[in-house]
């Protein structure tokens, strides 16, 4: 670690800023320290009392200071379907809440992520609206392997497929036969494969059942999307993921009966992640009210017990990190009016409480702030191949910071979320953690409700990070 003497004498590498703090979180936990910070990276960590005279210096008390966090799985649905969500409002929520670097889904925008001209239109519609550094995952759909390789040498992270009907037709759900086209490719690349882990067969088989049932009852959605659809799906890829080798990551698990099958692939060796959301971390199935169509999402929210096993799981590291899935739509969409379940759009939209929601959660089963960075922050980096650039505070990493009281906490009023549509479950809830200042590249692109002047965040593309 370098000394405060040759910081001072040597003006060619004094910081332009320095941010320091009694609870700063490295790889190795939590203690006082000083970032040094120069031309947007993190250039040296001192002690607290280390800092030379007559630079910027930015402290911030008792207040944690940890990587602003990595979203891996938002939604922003621009171009296409903007007024569901858009860049601008989707990375203004997200540095709000402290998260400083989000990576794209491939669908609900028109076109879809399928082609590397897809592509060029999903970075057109980006330009100058971003308040956050954003990457972009690619998609596989039926017929689409010839793009893979052009997806992937343009810049996306990796790519997203589903099992089941994605919810819009212009992003078709895969098959095995699809899969076994696809599966070779992306190995070869190293690409990494996102897959929502629910399989047709089960949910027909449940759709049957449920066919007199109230739509407006929280349980009839429940038992629409049984446990066996995750768990059937995840089977199918644990055997994919060992036949082709190629990188498999289970977004937003939620049933809790797969954890077995994924903790055996991991001791195997098998290259394989999971994630899951605050959202499961949080809620349970006997506390949905009838008609509360807020809470609708796919794979459902499930009950009290399950919900225990997935905190279990994250807690041994079978599970790998928490993302937010991050998927609005209009009110008039999630039936607000009429609270029927059915008809309702699946997703939830909440990446602005991500950090807040979880250590609220996380306290409360003793957990403390190191587990969360690491569950918000280095995991998911690591899942992009940003883990040498993003999601730690190291000395070449990029400055992205979240200054955060841990010991303050706040009641959600969904009017005051950035967001472009207000709609949230976590409507009046007291949650714990208040992100006061988000770092963005050593800038300060949050701070107590004001945001930077205009939108400083960069386009991420593979291989140019
Ligand atoms: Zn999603």
């Keep these: 670690m370098p000394n405060s003497t040759s910081q001072t004498v040597d003006l060619t590498h004094a910081p332009d800023l320095i941010v320091r703090g009694h609870r700063v979180v490295t790889s190795g936990g939590e203690r006082p320290a000083a970032i040094h910070i120069r031309a947007g990276s993190v250039a040296a960590i001192t002690a607290y009392e280390d800092v030379p005279t007559g630079v910027a210096l930015h402290d911030v008390g ?7 966090l990595v979203d891996t799985h938002v939604h ?18 997200a ?9 794209e889904m491939p669908l609900n925008s028109i076109p879809a ?15 100058g609206k971003l308040w956050v550094d954003t990457g972009f995952w690619g998609g596989v759909v039926r017929g689409n392997s010839g793009e893979l390789r052009p997806l992937w040498e343009s810049g996306v992270f990796g790519f997203k497929c589903f099992l089941v009907p994605s919810g819009v037709d212009e992003f078709a759900h895969v098959a095995e036969p699809d899969l076994r086209e696809a599966l070779p490719v992306l190995a070869e690349l190293g690409a990494p494969l996102l897959v929502h ?56 698990l939620s049933a809790s009966d797969a954890i077995s099958r994924v903790h055996e692939a991991k001791t195997d060796g098998l290259p394989i992640s999971v994630e899951t959301c605050p959202h499961y971390l949080t809620f349970a199935a006997e506390e949905i009210a009838d008609g509360a169509t807020e809470f609708k999402c796919a794979p459902p929210i499930r009950e009290r017990e399950n919900r225990e096993k997935l905190w279990e799981a994250l807690g041994n590291g079978t599970i790998d ?3 937010s899935d991050h998927s609005p739509c209009p009110p008039a969409m999630k039936s607000s009016g009429t609270g029927d379940f059915l008809r309702a759009w699946g997703g939830i939209a909440g990446l602005e409480l991500s950090l807040p929601v979880v250590w609220t959660e996380a306290l409360s089963r003793g957990y403390a702030v190191p587990q969360l960075s690491k569950w918000l922050c280095s995991s998911p980096a690591r899942l992009a191949g940003l883990e040498n650039r993003k999601g730690a505070i190291a000395v070449g990493y990029d400055a992205d910071l979240v200054i955060w009281n841990p010991d303050s906490g706040f009641l959600v009023e969904p009017s005051q979320l950035h967001q472009r549509h207000k709609i949230s479950p976590y409507a009046g809830q007291k949650l714990s953690g208040v992100v006061e200042t988000t770092f963005l590249r050593g800038r300060k692109i949050y701070d107590h409700g004001e945001f930077s002047p205009s939108p400083l965040g960069q386009v991420l593309r593979r291989g140019s990070v």
């Design 62 to 68: 008792n207040s944690v200071v940890m990587p602003g």
């Design 76 to 93: 922003i649905n621009e171009p296409g379907r903007t007024e569901w969500e858009g860049f601008s409002t989707a990375t203004r929520a």
């Design 95 to 103: 540095a709000a809440g402290g998260v400083t670097t989000l990576i």
């Design 113 to 127: 992520t399928t082609t590397a001209a897809a592509y060029r239109e999903k970075l057109a519609a980006a330009t």
């Design 197 to 252: 882990a629910e399989l047709p067969g089960p949910i027909a088989d449940s759709s049957k059942k449920i066919v007199t049932a109230n739509p407006r009852r929280y349980a009839t959605w429940l038992d629409s999307r049984p446990r066996a659809a995750e768990v059937e799906a995840i089977e199918l890829m644990l055997r994919m993921c060992r036949e082709f080798r190629t990188r498999v990551h289970i977004v937003h």
């Design 321 to 323: 990190f928490i993302a």
